[in-house]
T-cell receptor, first 110, second 115 residues
Framework: DQQVKQNSPSLSVQEGRISILNCDYTNSMFDYFLWYKKYPAEGPTFLISISSIKDKNEDGRFTVFLNKSAKHLSLHIVPSQPGDSAVYFCAAFTGNQFYFGTGTSLTVIP | SAVISQKPSRDICQRGTSLTIQCQVDSQVTMMFWYRQQPGQSLTLIATANQGSEATYESGFVIDKFPISRPNLTFSTLTVSNMSPEDSSIYLC????????????FGSGTRLTVV
């Protein structure tokens, strides 16, 4: 059973605009939520996280929003840059285990 | 954070054969993890490998199919045995370097195609 879902396999955005990547989850017991970024032929790298007790975390151009009542989180990238083109994985973490979404491939068009 | 060297980066294998994937870490780590990503699916944990003990497998994964070795604190291998086309996936190793979830590092992955 997929506990973390990313329903959009791909997204295209113009450079300078906002990219919004979405993620839904089913387990209300998750402690942390994370976003990983993956370039081709490289492993996923940690991007940003949010604790389950918060509703927003910001790091430069990246902001993650958590809506616990809707079991939904989103990653906002503003402004989007061509170097942001990658696959973004949403993940939930509890105990010592990650639960990953299927990823969203973001293309930022110059 | 730890740096992982994962080999091979890709391979095409005949069904019925086995492939061993290696992960070398540049520092000593207690916990190493092996993941699989089937086409269109999420990263799924196969097993957790701690040095000096048997690997712990997740539901749906068995040692006969995915034997794991962890001979020391910097190295681990995953073997995909008696392969079938359904084993075509990306396999990744990951380590936790003691910083909680911030400290998880992933290898670059092995893209396996079984024909």
């Amino acid at each position: 059973d997929q506990q973390v879902k990313q329903n959009s396999p791909s997204l295209s955005v113009q450079e300078g605009r906002i990219s919004i990547l979405n993620c839904d989850y089913t387990n209300s017991m998750f402690d942390y939520f994370l976003w990983y970024k993956k370039y081709p032929a490289e492993g996923p790298t940690f991007l940003i996280s949010i604790s389950s007790i918060k509703d927003k975390n910001e790091d430069g151009r990246f902001t993650v929003f958590l809506n616990k009542s809707a079991k939904h989180l989103s990653l906002h990238i503003v402004p989007s840059q061509p170097g942001d083109s990658a696959v973004y994985f949403c993940a939930a973490f509890t105990g010592n285990q990650f639960y990953f979404g299927t990823g969203t491939s973001l293309t930022v068009i110059p | 954070s730890a740096v992982i060297s994962q080999k091979p980066s890709r391979d095409i294998c005949q069904r019925g054969t086995s492939l061993t994937i290696q992960c070398q870490v540049d520092s000593q780590v207690t916990m190493m993890f092996w993941y699989r990503q089937q086409p269109g699916q999420s990263l799924t944990l196969i097993a957790t490998a701690n040095q000096g003990s048997e690997a712990t497998y997740e539901s749906g994964f068995v040692i006969d199919k995915f034997p794991i070795s962890r001979p020391n604190l910097t190295f681990s291998t995953l073997t995909v045995s008696n392969m079938s086309p359904e084993d075509s996936s990306i396999y990744l190793c990951s380590v936790e370097d003691g910083q909680g979830f911030y400290g998880y590092t992933f290898g670059s992955g092995t893209r396996l195609t079984v024909v």
